[in-house]
Every structure is written in structure tokens, then in C-alpha cells.
């Protein structure tokens, strides 16, 4: 008998953090979350959020009383954003695989969504 591994393939989201973010994406992402000024306390959800760049950004802004909520729909990037170091003094960052077409959260839970 074989056994099944739900090992989740992150071949293409490491290259993803890798290569994509520190030459294309990061050196934008901090006058993105400028611009959405989140505050202290805030719960916001990041769509899309890939490997989680913003949204641990984002967590050491609203501090450890605010909520960050990354949502991508692909595993390998929730996998990355995971394995990634996370806020030592800001909002710990919940990660979900889903799909931005069918939110899985309810209304009024947030209080920004960025999508980057």
C-alpha cells in the first residue's frame, strides 16, 4: 500500500518570492499600503496576496490589535506565505486558499481589501 502526501507543489511560488518579489512587486508594495493607510486595530483582508508581502506589511501596521487576512486562491503561495517569517510585534496573519469570486468571509468583517 502507498502512502498519500498532501504535500502541496512550491516550485513556482518560491521562484514567485524569490525572483518576482524583490524586483518587480516589493519595491511598490510599501507606497500601495501607504496609499491604503491602514491603522492600528484595523481588520483588513489582502486578495490575491501571493506569498504575503503586503499582508505581513500590513500586519505590523495594524499592530497586534488589528486582524490581516491573506487570501489567494493558489496552495503554492499560501504555502510560501506561511513558511515566511511573521510579525514579531504586529497582527499575526491568518493565510486561506480560496477564490476572490467566492470570498469566504461575511460582510462587514473588514475594514480595507487590498488587492495588489
Known amino acids: 500500500m502507498t502512502e498519500q502526501t498532501n504535500q502541496v507543489d512550491t516550485t513556482a511560488a518560491e521562484a514567485y518570492e524569490n525572483f518576482m518579489v524583490p524586483g518587480l512587486f516589493g519595491p511598490w508594495v510599501h507606497e500601495i499600503v501607504q496609499l491604503a493607510a491602514p491603522q492600528a486595530g484595523e481588520h483588513v483582508l489582502d486578495v ?3 506569498t504575503g508581502t503586503a499582508s505581513r506589511l500590513v500586519a505590523e501596521l495594524v499592530t497586534a490589535s488589528g ?7 493558489d496552495p503554492g503561495m499560501i504555502e510560501v506565505a506561511r513558511s515566511r ?3 514579531s510585534s504586529g497582527a499575526a496573519v491568518e493565510w486561506h486558499c480560496g477564490s476572490a469570486l467566492e470570498i469566504p468571509f461575511e460582510n462587514d468583517l473588514f475594514d480595507a481589501v487590498l488587492c495588489l
Open 48 to 50: 490575491a496576496c501571493g
Open 67 to 73: 486582524k490581516v487576512v491573506g487570501l489567494d486562491i
Open 85 to 87: 517569517p511573521a510579525s
